[in-house]
């Protein structure tokens, strides 16, 4: 009877290692469960920018009018009879209102 115990608890102890620690146990799944959803919210992100770039794509393919868009907003270029404006941010043009710091 005190070999079947013995053999008993060997397995239990076996069967808890498999459990907890070995290769498949809970806390694998839970590490590859994490992992998983990390994958996810990245793909996620992916699929937004390509539909971003899609969209640019898309655009760009249709006509002159995105292509034009495109050179106003990243080229700053303007159409003739059109006229230019640039405005600074606050601070800078705070600096420059200055009467005394003005030269005319």
Same mark, same amino acid.
């Given at each position: ?5 013995? *053999?008993? +608890?060997?397995? +239990? *102890?076996? %069967? !808890?290692?498999?459990?907890?620690? &070995? $290769? ?5 799944? =839970?590490? %590859?469960?994490?992992? *998983?959803?990390?994958?996810?919210? #990245?793909?996620? &992100? ?10 640019? #794509?898309? $655009? +760009? !393919?249709?006509?002159? &009018?995105?292509?034009? =868009? ?7 270029? #303007? ?8 405005? $600074?941010?606050?601070?800078?043009? &705070? ?6 710091? #003005?030269?005319?």
């Amino acid at each position: 009877m005190r070999w079947l115990f013995g *053999v008993l +608890l060997i397995l +239990l *102890v076996i %069967l !808890q290692y498999r459990l907890w620690i &070995a $290769e498949g146990s809970i806390a694998e799944q =839970q590490r %590859l469960q994490v992992q *998983v959803e990390q994958f996810i919210q #990245v793909n996620e &992100a992916l699929q937004a920018r390509n539909a971003v770039l899609e969209r640019e #794509v898309l $655009e +760009l !393919q249709s006509g002159s &009018a995105g292509i034009e =868009q495109r050179a106003r907003e990243q080229l700053n270029l #303007v159409r003739e009879g059109e006229t230019y404006f640039q405005v $600074e941010d606050g601070e800078a043009s &705070a600096t420059l209102s200055a009467p005394e710091k #003005v030269k005319q």
